[in-house]
């Protein structure tokens, strides 16, 4: 893979896990702030599980996706690998990328659209808290966007192995 291209790649990954990581250590403080509160005082912390399961379990899910599938992190099955590594060129691993490229990059067109649809309705949640959730749709598009990008670029530039093979 070309130098700059990686290096691009890299930096999104890094920094969409990042705000992945972070989006974890808020969930964690506001369920043991929320469980706190409520077994303790008697006053849970309001909002808590709407905001954790709103925003928190979808940057953390979504944004994590492509650092995990850079690293080799997600579960694989090599029961075929032995004899599929003796084709060359990889077609196998190219058409899986091809298949799964195109499956994440319709995810992030039509969660795009969903996003653009929500940001202009500025749709609310209902509750005591009214949650803004066209900011919670904006990570879908962002994290499949990514990994479609990355499983396109494997297309092009496949890996012989991947870190996380062993």
Known sequence: MPRPLERALSFFDRSFM???QLAIFVMMLSISIDALG???FNRP???SF????LYLMVILTFLGL???YASGGHIRLDVLKPWLARIPGNPVERVNALIAAGIFGFLAWHSGIEAVSK????DTSFGVIQFPLYWSYVWVPLGCGLLALRLAVEIVFPRSDLEGDE
């Open 45 to 47: 912390l309001q909002g």
């Open 38 to 40: 409520r077994y303790l």
């Open 119 to 122: 940001f202009i309705d500025r």
């Open 50 to 53: 709407e905001f954790t399961t």
């Open 66 to 68: 492509p650092a995990t």
């Open 18 to 20: 990042a705000i992945a």
